[in-house]
DNA sequence: GGCTTACTTAACTGTCCAGTTACGCACGTT
DNA sequence: AACGTGCGTAACTGGACAGTTAAGTAAGCC
């Protein structure tokens, strides 16, 4: 679940849709921030520690593609809660409300 | 998105899980951790703000209750990318390797 | 070899955040 | 009214982190 504290990163977040739409060069992304380019290159070493991202060097250029790996583990932890919200979503709020137990779900931490 | 955030941190996910399993006062949640109360109180704000979190006063106690609703936006935002880990799981590696466009997907940040 | 290009790393700064102890407040009991 | 209990907030400290500029490394070109 480290991946969590990579994405808690707006930035982080964007550049993880962007590379999902295709690899992309460290410059290329770059560009389309509003910070410098070692602020994304920091960034992307982020994303590469927490598995989210695949490097490979083309000539100088280094090319970043998604891994989505640590995404599918973000899912199978959000899967137990799933059924929290999969029936009566607007039931929610009374239920809480009159406090009913659920009783059911353990870590996953 | 600001869910993230919050669960980044070890200590409220475990809080998290542990509401899934029904609501708990403040001081019963802070006995099942090795830091001080006052540090669960504020992780427990972190949780609030977030959504993920509602308060209920009974008499002096804090009763607190998991809201599913920010997890379920984070099973949303997560949803555009489900399809690059849904099939071909073990391909992925090679598939990144010789660097395959994938032509999808926007932010959602 | 010497220069440009493409990135990363280093060093520094400001801010945020988790943890602590000390204090404050509201409810309940006697 | 006085006191204990259950929490929250305040004030402080240490460490992590995002951002900057400046320096370092490696590939391509002349």
Redesign the pocket.
């Known amino acids: 679940m480290e991946a969590l504290?990579a994405l808690a990163?707006p930035?982080r977040r964007q550049i993880v849709a962007l590379l999902a739409a295709g690899e992309q060069?460290?410059?290329?992304l770059a560009g389309q921030f509003p910070?410098?380019?070692?602020?994304i290159?920091?960034?992307?070493?982020?994303l590469r520690e927490a598995g989210l991202v695949q490097?490979r060097a083309e000539?100088?250029?280094?090319v970043y593609a998604l891994d989505p790996r640590p995404l599918s583990e973000l899912d199978a932890w959000l899967a137990p809660y799933r059924r929290l919200w999969a029936q009566r979503l607007d039931a929610l709020d009374t239920e809480i409300a009159r406090g009913r137990r659920a009783r059911t779900q353990e870590d996953g931490r």
């Open positions: 504290a990163d930035t060069g460290a410059g290329e910070v410098s380019r070692p602020a290159s920091r960034h992307l070493r982020v490097v000539g100088q250029r280094r």
